[in-house]
Each structure stands twice: as structure tokens, then as C-alpha cells.
């Protein structure tokens, strides 16, 4: 039961490619269900529901104090990429961001300067 429902016209296309492993989900639903669109049973994605409980979970267990979600994921790795280098636009890119403003948000959480970038009025 690893078929998945395919986007738009793709699945009368494609027959098989629901099946394929480029189309599965990363974390699927440990139940198969009926889908609504056309009927067929298939196994959908897991709820995001899930996957916050499962974050939250695993935070209180580790002693963590601090409200932390999948989220925070996102935010640490824009900043850890920023902080090592990596051009802005690369980043927007990666995180699928439309507007680099959007990105330019994590350009004040950075702190640390890696490359050793000096500023002419520093001397």
C-alpha cells in the first residue's frame, strides 16, 4: 500500500510513478486510508499535529526549558548556514523563501563573524 496520490494530471500520466520511491513520503501515515478524491485506499502523509507533539516531546524529555517546535529547526539552520558563510540568496533558495526580506530576518539573529570579515573602520 505505498501509493501515494499524485499532483494534477500526473497520476493518468505516469501510472505506476505513485508506487515509486522519488514520490513516497518521508514520514508517512502509519495507517492506509481512503482517498477522498478518487476513492482508492493509499497511504497518505502524517499529520503535522504529529510531528509538533512528537518535537514537544522529545524537548520536555531532553530538559530543555525553552518552547522549541520543528520551526526552530528552520530558524537554526538558516542562522548556523549565515553564521558559516553562506550568501543570503543561497539560503532563500534553500528555506523557499519568494522575498529575500523574508530571509533577511535571520540576519540579526546571527552573531558570530566565522569568515573574520573586518570592517576598514575597526583599525
Do not use: C
Request: charged content about 20%.
Amino acid at each position: 500500500m505505498g501509493e501515494v496520490y499524485l499532483p494534477f494530471a500526473l497520476e493518468r500520466k505516469y501510472k505506476t510513478a505513485g508506487k515509486e520511491w522519488a514520490w513516497q513520503y518521508l514520514f508517512p501515515a502509519s495507517k492506509i486510508s481512503q482517498d477522498p478524491r478518487g476513492g482508492k485506499m493509499r497511504r497518505h502523509h502524517i499529520d503535522p499535529s504529529s510531528v509538533q507533539k512528537a518535537v514537544k516531546k522529545a524537548v520536555r524529555q531532553a530538559g530543555i526549558l525553552k518552547q522549541a517546535s520543528p520551526h526552530t529547526f528552520r530558524h537554526s539552520f538558516a542562522t548556523h548556514l549565515l553564521e558559516a558563510g553562506y550568501d543570503i540568496r543561497t539560503i532563500q533558495e534553500l528555506l523557499g523563501h519568494s522575498s529575500i526580506q523574508t530571509t533577511m530576518i535571520y540576519t540579526h539573529v546571527a552573531t558570530q563573524n566565522r569568515l573574520g570579515v573586518k570592517s576598514p573602520l575597526d583599525n
